[in-house]
């Protein structure tokens, strides 16, 4: 029976991954154009104030190891306080999030920019939460990306929210 199960599921796996595929396909160089859908997290505070001043300065193109990162268009129904950049694997920043797991009193921070980030590596990502300000944001960077979208999305923050200590 486990056998059926596994089998049943690997088959679910490969339909689905042929169809995000076919749905995926972008223009010739394989880059996504279309409207980016994005799942919804759970993100209390994303109506608020604080979320819509850094939503409305977020930048309209970011830099990313040398290459230029367009603002993206999110499919409907879009999650709130979010906005994206790029194309194949978009840079995500995500305002109003609940606290983050991983902060504990011990954890590393890094100050970048004068705003103070908690990285959460990932598979292929890292996901990177603002801890100092009003709200949580995360910025979910790709990997090979470096550091210029976290400088400017820092940047953004900064002049936007008072930090909180």
């Not at 279309?34 to 300065?57: D, F, M, T, Y």
């Not at 999030?97 to 990502?125: D, H, M």
């Amino acid at each position: 029976m486990l056998i059926v199960a596994a089998a049943v599921l690997a088959a679910a796996l490969a339909v689905a991954v042929a169809v995000l595929g076919v749905l995926s396909s972008g223009d010739d160089e394989g880059t996504e154009t279309g409207p980016l859908p994005l799942v919804s997290i759970p993100a209390p505070k994303s109506g608020s104030p604080e979320c819509a001043k850094v939503i409305e300065a977020a930048p309209g193109e970011l830099e990313s190891s040398g290459e230029t990162l367009a603002r993206r268009e999110l499919a409907q129904p879009a999650p709130p306080a979010t906005v994206a950049w790029g194309t194949d694997n978009p840079v995500v920043l995500r305002c109003g999030l609940e606290r983050p797991p991983e902060l504990t009193p011990t954890s590393y921070l890094r100050q970048i920019n004068g705003v103070r980030w908690l990285e959460v590596p990932g598979e292929g990502a890292a996901t990177w939460y603002v801890v100092d300000r009003p709200v949580y944001l995360a910025l979910t960077v790709p990997a090979g990306s470096g550091t210029g979208p976290l400088q400017q999305v820092s940047d953004t923050i900064r002049d936007s929210l008072p930090a909180t200590g």
